[in-house]
């Protein structure tokens, strides 16, 4: 099943498959590139407009709990969340959070926090 999406190509649209991601933001746009992502999903805003192509060929909207999951969060959390919250405030959390692998991908990139990890002796199976 394909699924064409208008965006700024010259073609005018992108083919999404099943397994990808799709930004739903301005759906008529033409000036919008990148709109499809590959057998993922692109990146998560305050807005959460990203959805999935099925199997079917419709188009489904990622729930708070899954954007809590794509931003490494445990399933527990998303619940404690979701007990005070409601769900346009669990996007905006889920969009505004910095997933920790990231955070930690940037930190060991730079040259004072490996000499932090190097002088403290830790190994990268103690992290």
């Known amino acids: 099943m394909e699924l ?5 190509t ?7 498959h099943p397994g990808d991601g799709i930004c ?3 759906p008529k746009s033409a000036t919008r590139r990148g709109r499809v992502g590959k057998g993922c999903s692109q990146t998560l805003d305050t807005g959460c407009q990203m959805g999935a192509v099925l199997k079917c060929g419709r188009i489904r909207r990622l729930t ?4 809590f ?3 490494g969060f445990p399933d527990t959390l998303y619940e404690r969340a979701a007990a005070v919250n409601s769900e346009s405030q669990l996007y ?5 959070a910095v997933t920790a692998t990231v955070a930690y991908a940037v930190a060991m990139a730079l040259p004072e926090s490996r000499e932090v990890v190097d002088n403290c ?6 992290k």
């Open 92 to 96: 905006k959390q889920a969009g505004n």
């Open 121 to 126: 002796g830790f190994r990268e199976d103690e």
């Open 10 to 16: 010259r073609q005018g649209y992108d083919i999404a």
């Open 64 to 67: 708070p709990r899954e954007c």
């Open 69 to 71: 999951r794509l931003q």
């Open 4 to 8: 064409p999406i208008v965006n700024g």
């Open 24 to 26: 739903l933001a301005y």
